[in-house]
């Protein structure tokens, strides 16, 4: 099976864990990159097989993605590599997985899903560590909801502690004066709520909450870090996968929003930065960010991975903001579980019984592997992909 899936990007940070994941799983992806002396390198140590070729070569990329059942794009920045490879991808009705973390990105690739469809294709885009963990946590729990009192929906993460070099510019091209959040429609004459989840924006920094972090059980060591701290609203490819789930649930939240959990300097640095992200578009400065993030370390090593833990929360009102949701869940490093994610995304639709076609969320992708359903903070070891991570499903007050 795991021939079939090719591995874009596979020299980068992220593509040498998810065929790392892939080995430790005991399947071979086919590797590819356009840098081939480094892919050689890379498929020699983990013996598999290898393609080398650019993305600008139409002709030579369709010749390629013929031959298999699934692409993952692991090769950002992703405003240059996901349309041009989604789109081939399509056209030779290969199946496209990617960890893409920009929200324009998205929603770009969102408008092929129709194509997609036609062609019998599957698309799923933002299949990395939170997109996929929120998404998951989500569609488990509207599953339990009654449909029609449905207010907030808010997903925050902890803050990474050690940052990928692409990690960093993605959120640097992230930045925007606005935050993207999801509300729903209303008709201008009667002034009703509507089936239509509307994308709207706010400004950085308006939207600022706290979270509860912390979870049973938590260690002197784990309290301080993980507590109830401050989160920011973010553009976090979270809201529109929210979005596209809700949807397939047939729901219609009052709002749905993402943050990240941000320190004080943290915040203030966003807001600054958000104020600078006009001049951030200037060619001769993205150039100057962009050399200057090549000087950071590539990613986290295997030491700091191994110690560094995250947490994704889900918390869900009705319409009077009472809480029917509080739930968290805590995973290994980002890194290393997005590697997970992405695999195991593109291993299910590989799958010969897999049948959804077109644009598909991650948990709709993972629909077979399901969230397990614990005692509080019990260890899920169920499957590969939650090995290690602690699920909390809390009681509302």
Known sequence: ????????????????LIADWALKRGDALVLASRDARALRRQAA??????????????????????????????????????ERLAKA???????????????????????????????GVTLVCGAGHTATISDILLDSALTELPADDI????????????????????????????????RAGIDPDSGARTK?????????????????????HDSEQQAPRFGRLIASASNLVDTLT???????????PDRIEAYIEMPAPLRFAYQLGALSAIFFRFPGTSQAIA???????????????????????????????????????ETPDPYDFTARCAYEVAAELAEKGFKQRGWV???????????????????????ALWHGCRLERRRPP
């Not at 099976?1 to 040498?16: D, E, K, P, V």
């Not at 290969?94 to 899903?113: A, M, P, Q, R």
């Not at 993972?366 to 509080?376: F, I, N, Q, T």
């Open 361 to 383: 969320t991650p948990s709709a992708a993972l629909a077979s592997r399901g969230l397990p359903v614990p005692s509080d903070a019990e260890a899920m070891e169920e499957s």
């Open 1 to 16: 099976m795991s021939q079939r899936i090719l591995l874009y990007g596979a020299t980068g940070f992220s593509g040498r």
């Open 291 to 329: 050399s200057q993030v090549k000087q950071l370390p590539e990613g986290p090593d295997r030491q700091e991975r191994m110690k560094n833990r995250h947490r994704v929360v889900l918390e869900i009102e009705d319409r009077s903001r009472a809480l029917l949701v509080d739930w968290r869940i």
């Open 242 to 252: 929210a979005r596209c789930t809700a949807a397939r649930h047939k729901v219609t």
């Open 45 to 82: 140590a983990v013996k598999m097989a290898h393609i080398a070729f650019g993305l600008d070569d139409r002709r030579r990329v369709l010749r390629v993605l013929e031959g298999f059942d699934v692409v993952i794009n692991a090769a950002g920045p992703f405003n240059q590599t996901a």
């Open 151 to 182: 207010g907030a929906v808010r997903i925050a993460v902890s803050r990474s502690l050690n940052l990928s070099r692409g990690s960093t510019l993605t959120m640097l091209r992230s930045i925007r004066e606005q935050v993207t959040i999801v």
């Open 89 to 119: 991808a399509i056209e030779t009705s290969c199946s496209y997985v990617d960890i893409n973390g920009e929200i324009d990105v998205y929603k770009t690739l969102d408008d092929l899903g129709d194509s997609a469809e036609r062609r």
């Open 196 to 216: 239509e989840l509307r994308l709207t924006h706010v400004p950085v920094g308006r939207l600022e909450r706290t979270f509860d972090f912390s979870m049973q």
